[in-house]
């Protein structure tokens, strides 16, 4: 298909789905995240739907997956910040914005004396990309993935051993 027809499409259907991403968000830029997203993962395969009357019900459903995968990249990256960087040496009383910003240098000397690749895999397993995510953007083998993010945390484990809770 064309791209003047796709862009007529895509401005046919930008109204319903911007009400669609309304029942994920009332942000504004999230809406229209949420609706940039959708169409560029529709291009993929909208030849196929281009004149099927469920068309809208294939948007929605890549808009809500798009929503539920950003969630739970957030969740995921907020427990693995938690379990990584809040320890209960961090949620003392005592500590504060020196101690804070020393660790903070430390966790950064930490990833930055990983080998280049391995600290990008971690990083992106840290915001949540999935495995199969991450080999693809990397061609190679997920299981290859999994390896170096474990070995990666074992790294910075021992690394950041000092402040890990006894």
Do not use: C
């Not at 529709?42 to 809208?56: G, Q």
């Amino acid at each position: 298909m064309e791209n003047a027809n796709l862009n007529v499409l895509f401005q046919e259907k930008r109204q319903q789905l911007n009400h669609f991403a309304s029942q994920f968000t009332t942000d504004y830029d999230e809406k229209e995240d949420l609706v940039q997203e959708t169409f560029i993962r529709a291009l993929k395969s909208v030849h196929n739907f281009i004149n099927d009357p469920k068309l809208m019900t294939w948007l929605y459903v890549i808009m809500k997956n798009i929503y539920i995968n950003q969630y739970r990249r957030e969740k995921r990256k907020n427990a693995i910040y938690d379990e990584y960087i809040h320890t209960d040496y961090f949620n003392s009383v005592s500590i504060n914005l020196t101690e804070n910003k020393m660790i903070h240098d430390d966790i950064l000397k930490a990833l930055a004396g990983l080998p280049a690749e391995s600290a990008e895999i971690f990083k992106l397993h840290l915001d949540g990309y999935k495995y199969h995510e991450i080999a693809e953007a990397y061609n190679l083998p997920e299981g290859t993935i999994k390896s170096r993010i474990h070995q990666t945390r074992k790294k910075l484990q021992q690394k950041l051993k000092m402040y890990q809770s006894s």
